[in-house]
C-alpha cells in the first residue's frame, strides 16, 4: 500500500501533534522526498529501507527516525479518544508487559503511567531530541554527536512501544475505523528498517513476536 494513501487516510482523524519537516537546503531533505518516492512507488518495505548507494548512513536514519515519529503520533491520534486514564491505568502490553516511564529530569526513578500519559511524555521526548541540532543536525556541516546511534536505539525503543499499546489494547479500535491494514503497512515498515539497522534490541520486540510473524513473514 502506498505511503500516500497511509498518510492521507489517518490526516482525516485527529493528528495528536505538529509534524516535523526537512529544510529543502538540508541533505535529509532530498533523502526524505528519496524514501516518499520508493514508497509510493510500491517498492518492497524490505528493499525500501536499505540505505541508498552512495548516502550518509546517519542522514538515512535521522529521516527515518523523524518519519516514524510523525506516522505514530498519526496512529496514537486514531485511538488517543479512548485511551483514557481510566481505560488505560498503565502503560502496558497485555498482562505481561508493563512498561515504567523514567527521564531523568520529572523522573528520575521508573514510574508507572496511564498510557495516554506515559505516550504524551514521550512524543514530547522524542520532538525534543529530533528538533536539537546538537543531537540530529540540521545543516550539512554539523557533525553527528558520538552517542548518536545510542539516542535512536532509545528513541526507536520506546515508539516501538506505542505500536504494542495500540496492537494490544486499540485494535478493535483500528478495525472498526477501517485503519488496520493502514497501520500494519506502517508497523511492516518500521520492522524492516530496525532490523535492517539494528537499532532495537530483540528481546524488545517480544510483546509483538507472533504477529511480526504473521504480517512481515519472517
Not at 535521522?62 to 516514524?68: E, L, N, Q
Not at 472498526?176 to 493502514?182: N, T, V
Amino acid at each position: 500500500m502506498a505511503m500516500k494513501g497511509f498518510k492521507g487516510f489517518l490526516n482525516k482523524d485527529k493528528t495528536f501533534r505538529p509534524k516535523k519537516k526537512f529544510s529543502k537546503d538540508t541533505p535529509q531533505y532530498n533523502l526524505h522526498k528519496h524514501a516518499e518516492a520508493s514508497l509510493s512507488a510500491g517498492i518492497d518495505l524490505k528493499q525500501a529501507v536499505k540505505l541508498p548507494p552512495g548516502e550518509n548512513l546517519n542522514d538515512w536514519i535521522s529521516v527515518h527516525v523523524v518519519d516514524f515519529w510523525n506516522r505514530i503520533n498519526l496512529i496514537y491520534g486514531t485511538v488517543s479518544e479512548c485511551c483514557t486514564e481510566e481505560s488505560c491505568k498503565v502503560m502496558s502490553g497485555g498482562p505481561k508487559y508493563e512498561y515504567l516511564w523514567r527521564d531523568n529530569e520529572q523522573y528520575k526513578r521508573p514510574t508507572a503511567l496511564p498510557a495516554t500519559t506515559y505516550i504524551n511524555l514521550l512524543m514530547d521526548w522524542v520532538g525534543v531530541q529530533i528538533n536539537d541540532s546538537n543531537v540530529f543536525p540540521s545543516s550539512p556541516d554539523m557533525v553527528y554527536p558520538k552517542n548518536y546511534i545510542q539516542t535512536v536505539r532509545k528513541i526507536m525503543s520506546r515508539l516501538f512501544r506505542v505500536f504494542v499499546h495500540v496492537y494490544i489494547h486499540h485494535f478493535e479500535r483500528l478495525c472498526s475505523i477501517g485503519a488496520e491494514a493502514h497501520v500494519n503497512t506502517c508497523y511492516k515498515h518500521f520492522y524492516f528498517f530496525v532490523s535492517e539497522f539494528e537499532v532495537i534490541d530483540k528481546k524488545e520486540l517480544e510483546p509483538l513476536k507472533e504477529m511480526t510473524k504473521n504480517i512481515c513473514h519472517v
